[in-house]
Each structure stands twice: as structure tokens, then as C-alpha cells.
């Protein structure tokens, strides 16, 4: 199966603007810019409607990337913590001294809250 193209809004309103040249017919232009003139029709009819033209579909990759970098940092604490789960429950000396290795990457707030206890903020 054929992977779907993607065209940018520039390139749509150009190709829109080329269709209202006086003796330019939707599949001419089509075949020139190698669309097919449906598309070309849609995108021309998306321009006229009074909504944002051409706005895509979903959510920015900005955004999308922003999200996916949070949860992969709140995933990898909840990875560590696990692993460490059990240095946390033995003796005092070995809990401080893994709490002093790990001080600069994590603070109190990440720490997970045993069952039963409120956690302060």
C-alpha cells in the first residue's frame, strides 16, 4: 500500500490560487503539480469555507513531544524507584548512603508514598 502524502498549507493555497488563473482548469493544474483533481477540489472547497483552511488534523508535534518527554521522565522514576524499592527498605545505612548517591536527580516530591500515608506537599 502507498504511503499517504502530506502537502503543507503553502503549498495548498498556492496550488488553490493556480486554479483561479483565468484559463486553468482544476485537472490541469492537478496533473501539473501531480495531485489528483479531487484533492485539488476538496482543497479548494476547505479554503472557501469560513473556518480556519487547512488546520490538520490532531494535536502539533510540539505539543506531542512535550507530552511524550514528560511521560517518558515520569515513567523512568517510576522504573528507578522500583528497581530500588527494596535499597530502601533495608538497613539505615544502606538507604542514606543510595539517598546520597541519587540527591542531584531526584528530590523528596518524587519519592513514591507507602499505602497508608498521606503524602505531604
Given at each position: 500500500?502507498a ?15 493556480l ?5 486553468a482548469s482544476?485537472?490541469?493544474?492537478a496533473?501539473?503539480?501531480g495531485?489528483?483533481?479531487?484533492v485539488?477540489?476538496?482543497?479548494r ?17 510540539d505539543e506531542?513531544?512535550a507530552?511524550?518527554?514528560?511521560e ?12 530500588c524499592?527494596?535499597v530502601?527498605?533495608q538497613g ?7 539517598i ?9 516530591a518524587?519519592?513514591?508514598v507507602p499505602?497508608g ?5
Amino acid at each position: 500500500m502507498a504511503k499517504r502524502r502530506r502537502f503543507s498549507a503553502k503549498f495548498k493555497r498556492q496550488a488553490v490560487e493556480l486554479t483561479r488563473r483565468p484559463q486553468a482548469s482544476v485537472s490541469q493544474v492537478a496533473q501539473k503539480l501531480g495531485v489528483n483533481a479531487n484533492v485539488l477540489s476538496c482543497w479548494r472547497r476547505e479554503l472557501t469555507k469560513p473556518s480556519k483552511a487547512f488546520t490538520g488534523a490532531g494535536v502539533s508535534r510540539d505539543e506531542e513531544l512535550a507530552s511524550l518527554r514528560r511521560e517518558l521522565a515520569r515513567v523512568k522514576k517510576e522504573r528507578f524507584f522500583a528497581r530500588c524499592g527494596g535499597v530502601l527498605r533495608q538497613g539505615i545505612v544502606v538507604k542514606y548512603a543510595m539517598i546520597r548517591h541519587h540527591r542531584d536527580q531526584y528530590t523528596s516530591a518524587d519519592l513514591p508514598v507507602p499505602e497508608g500515608l498521606a503524602q505531604v506537599t
